[in-house]
């Protein structure tokens, strides 16, 4: 099984500036990509997910940028918030049909004031 | 409202022990899945179902046994040959992956935090 390595591990940001998280994928056959978001003592959230016939993909302040030449995809939080400080995973689909996926390590966001 | 029902939030075995979390969900998915998740380790795959009384090894199955007898219910039992048990545990589902529809995600519920005393 081809896997998704992220970075980094934790990530410390300034309220109002950018944060951004990276992945890198293996599988060329991976088509899908999202992004969850986990809050403490919560299950795992879908942020915002790409397919890679797109090299960008926009929703409010999470942007996910794609290079598939690279095979890296990363999530950029612009105008980060302390509300956006948790957990970051991301995401690939190991085979069609049902969603079963295999997850970058996550990032830990914690965004001050 | 639909969603997934995790139970109990908190739970401790004691050596031995066999112990089941209970994962229920009204949302009509045919598949369901179980996630451990331990620091720094991400989410990993333990079983997964894609029909009822069907299901599927992930990549950590060791240790652990699951039952799917009806589409809303898939209970995860930690038996004793699982050494390493303490984990918060994730259960989720999904719909079938269709490229032009919006089942094109993972729905989680709150998780177990499984503890060994």
């Known amino acids: 099984q081809q896997q998704v390595k992220q970075s980094p591990q934790s990530l410390i940001v300034q309220k109002g500036g950018i944060s951004i998280i990276n992945c890198a994928y293996e599988?060329?056959?991976?088509?899908?990509f999202p992004w969850y978001q986990q809050f403490p003592g919560k299950g795992p959230a879908l942020l915002i997910a790409i397919r890679p016939d797109v090299s960008e993909k926009k929703e409010g302040r999470f942007t996910i940028s794609f290079n598939k030449s690279a095979k890296q995809f990363s999530l950029h939080i612009m105008d980060s918030q302390p509300g956006d400080s948790a957990t970051y995973f991301c995401a690939a689909p190991v085979s069609g049909g049902y969603q079963k996926v295999t997850f970058g390590t996550g990032t830990k966001l914690q965004v001050i004031p | 409202d639909g969603g997934i029902t995790q139970s109990p939030k908190y739970l401790f075995r004691k050596e031995g022990q066999n112990v089941t979390l209970s994962c229920e969900q009204n949302l009509n998915h045919d598949a369901m899945y179980w996630y451990r998740q331990d620091p720094g380790q991400g989410l990993r795959l333990i079983y997964y179902?894609?029909?009822?009384?069907?299901?599927q090894k992930g990549d950590i199955a060791e240790g652990y046994s699951v039952s799917r007898e009806k589409k809303e219910s898939f209970p995860l039992t930690v038996t004793s040959a699982q050494k390493n048990p303490t984990a918060f545990y994730l259960c989720a589902s999904s719909g079938l992956r269709d490229y032009q529809a919006t089942n094109e995600k993972l729905f989680f519920g709150s998780g177990t935090q499984l503890s060994v005393l």
């Open positions: 179902s894609q029909i009822v009384n069907d299901f």
């Open positions: 599988n060329t056959a991976f088509d899908y």
